[in-house]
């Protein structure tokens, strides 16, 4: 039904509208081509027997009313096949990396349907990602969706960049299995020429582009694009992990972007807005690319989503942070004032959290001793936290002595256990090491989260038994 | 909806415009609620607005393709749900639609246009007659048991609707749900399966007042803020704050006899976390598996956002048929932010005029709908039946001030308030004992004279006053530090500590602590309480206050929660406290 229209008669933002006479399916793809021949793709965001609007993604500078549109009679399709390893797409999924067309094996609607509840595996698998702020205290579990809450300026890429390079699962490694492989994917929105630079620099660098599939929408590309540029993405990891047995690891930046581009198309339609001009629907819209995350019994591979957004005034109640952190299995909050102390990564642990760490660590997992080790940890510095904000008042000298050793172990912790840099991979039992080694700075008394038993084995009395310890 | 009957309008229709899961249809005869199928692929949805020849359809499913001019089918019945055996143990959608079916039938993702009755047709159940021919019966009344699960005995009862009269003929053995067990002599049939609009509440006869408290095995939530069989209670808080764990103890460890789980606009990781657990965990009263007395219904966060919309209806309607059993129920509904936000959207995409931050005017009135369908009840058939409806609530940026946090408190009597600050320095259950409350706590009193302890009123009282004796403290510690403080007063933060930590404090993940029973939540309160009581007299008798709390046996006071002999444990250590604190004097 490839029936041509010339009848826009609305052309508005994003946002074209046409009379038709023929009924058009929501969601279907459209072909815009204007006078001098360029050619737009877009997709219908309301159909009704009169007329259409229809959403452009490459932006509507240089149509007019003379322009055709072409309606393809499908909805949006990413092609598939593993072959789009290695590759750089733009944003709405072209190859622009100069190599050859894609020859897909399967077409599918990126929109994505939702998996079956009872069809899900639940996630437990251990992802050591080398990162003790992560591994010790906030651990990422395969098949979880956990985002990255930064601001502007601050290091996120950085971090995102490190845990795509040493994600690793040890067991697997231990074992000699032959498991499935780990691939990354990564679908930019809305990042700078500069940034852009940076992942791809470090991807050629460490060889990961060969295993990476890269999804580019930049700064300066239409915003409209981005909205679906996600969807490509997670379409393309959903192949991957459930048909070609991956471990995909799904690197989305910046979400803020894309929330951006929502409330735009919203604006254009003249929706009635939400909180602060954001679509009312932008909870079930996030959903529906977070929810994409996970496992399915029976099947190899796994959707692993680290979503970055920057938080607009470091506000974490804005609602791109809000409404992300009621869907996400947890965050990780990167800080601005460890990062101005050069602490790298420059991760808060205090308000950070996993909530798929309890099922995913332990004995089998991890290591006995990991859940209440964090568990201790985080009440410590929570502790230590607090009493800097008296220490600031009363000075050093009017606290007790127990009170002075969780202020030093507060500054120890930063210093020692999230500060690593960003090219410094600990094994998981080092980062418990250091955990303990800084805990053992604590009266035994004070270890109430832990059980006996394991402070008997792993406590370090003092300096000559600390150097025995950690040599075996 | 007299405008149907106007003009040449028949039951099929045809689709006009589509807009998200919003779609309106022209020359469609039908009534407000009327569910309907749209389109080419038979998508379910159900009527919410008619004007003039116009008739605005929710869809429950993806409309992705949906064109105008394709049909649009009247089903001519409101949204219902299927009632009757095998509902407990199975896992539904916000439509009632069973997942593990729909798996079996598209595959691991929710295609769409499928249709799968609540309730399996096929399958037979062993109905033993509780009548017998000549006896009178009316609606709501016994007329058998089906023993549906391990745990559970389904009674079949006359649905609502019917006349009633004598019963004329009554068979006894294996039917399917839709055959008749049982004839009366005015003509009507009973089977096994009734069906139930979901957004009218089934009858009774009368709302009473509860006196019985909710067991939780929770000690914050027995001990402090208890909520009774019959009582509506909320849980508020932001992300992180636990909230989901909360439920999912409450769901596993509550002494109803049915549980109604529904995950309302959640994620699909924790539903499938119930789905794995559950089937593996013991019910502590009887040591069934406790899957048999439970009903889940999961609406995913990216499934459509109609069927979010009505999973709370789903899942109160099947609660009142087994409150009309004479079960007591605990529905746990998570969350209703998301119900309420569902109804947003569609609000939304209808262009109402919003109310409070977009939020359809009728947002208060749909809250109490729901809760009030909750409560203790005197059934048609006599019995009595309960539903404890527990919501959580998710405020955004954590603001209590918002609409949903408001009008919910406005209506629910127990009041949980989840602090982030807590759940950061892991203290779990993260529930603020300072600003949470309870209005049950008078009217449950006699119950906790009677089956626990008849001091148990006065210690409770006794640990918040302490409590709250903290609160007031902290502000000044704040400022001057605790050594500043008087000894007398530095040593009720000492106890204040052991209170918030060795008592209030629960860990879900433990074995032992996992549930605490109310015996136990007693006798714990009572060391502390022992622990006060002889530290001060030690301070009275000149010992100063380092050294008292220095004593060796004090912090045996944190490891109360994880014994399993709690009993012999508590007193022991009672025993070690006084002799060494009387040491020192």
Known sequence: MQKEYKTITEISGPLVFADIDEPVGYDEMVEIETPNGDVRRGQVLESTSEFVAIQVFEGTSGIDRDSSVRFLGETLQMPLTEELLGRVLSGSGEPIDGGPEIEPDEER???????????????????????????????????????????SGLPHNDLALQIARQASVPEEEQEGEEGSEFAVIFGAMGITQEEANEFMDDFERTGALERSVVFMNLADDPAVERTVTPRMALTTAEYLAFEEDYHVLVILTDMTNYCEALREIGAAREEVPGRRGYPGYMYTDLAQLYERAGRIEGRE???????ILTMPGDDDTHPIPDLTGYITEGQIYIDRDLNSQGIEPPVNVLPSLSRLMDDGIGEGFTREDHADVSDQAYAAYAEGEDLRDLVNIVGREALSELDNKYLDFADAFEEEFVQQGHDTNRSVDETLDIGWELLSGLPKEALNRIDEDLIEEYYVEDESEEVAQTAD | MSQATASETTDEGVIESVSGPVVTATDLGARMNDVVYVGEEGLMGEVIEIEGNITTIQVYEETSDVAPGEPVENTGEPLSVDLGPGMLDSIYDGVQRPLDVLEEKMGAFLDRGVDAPGIDLEKTWEFNPDVEVGDEVTPGDVVGIVPETESIDHKVLVPPGYEGGAVAAVESGSFTVDEAVVELENGEEIAMRQEWPVREPRPTVEKETPTTPLISGQRILDGLFPIAKGGTAAIPGPFGSGKTVTQHQLAKWADADIVVYVGCGERGNEMTEVIEDFP??????????????????ANTSNMPVAARESC??????????????GYDVALMADSTSRWAEAMREISSRLEEMPGEEGYPAYLAARLSEFYERAGKFQNLNGSEGSISAIGAVSPPGGDFSEPVTQNTLRIVKCFWALDADLAERRHFPSINWNESYSLYTEQLDPWWRENVDEEYPEVRQWAVDVLDEESEL?????????????DDQQLTLEVARYIREGWLQQNAFHDVDTYCEPEKTYLMLTAIQHFNEEAFEALEAGVPVEEIVDVEAIPRLNRMNTQEDYEAYIEELKDDVAEQLRERY
């Not at chain 1, 579990?141 to 985002?147: N, S």
């Not at chain 1, 591979?301 to 979503?307: A, D, E, H, L, N």
């Not at chain 2, 593996?280 to 040591?287: F, I, R, Y």
């Not at chain 2, 902290?474 to 008087?486: F, M, N, T, Y």
């Open chain 2, 474 to 486: 902290q502000e000044i510690v704040q400022l001057v530090g605790k050594d500043a403080l008087p």
């Open chain 1, 301 to 307: 591979g796994s959707v692993t989503q680290i979503p």
């Open chain 2, 280 to 297: 593996e965990l013991e019910d502590p009263k009887t040591g069934k598996p406790l899957m048999s007395r439970t009903c889940l219904i």
């Open chain 2, 312 to 325: 709370v209806y789903t899942g109160i309607t099947i609660a009142e048929y087994y409150r009309d059993m």
């Open chain 1, 109 to 151: 609607e990126i929109v994505g349907a939702a998996i079956n509840p009872t069809a899900r595996e639940y996630p437990q698998e251990f992802i050591q990602t080398g990162v003790s702020a992560i591994d010790g205290m906030n651990t990422l579990i395969r098949g979880q969706k956990l985002p990255i809450f930064s601001g």
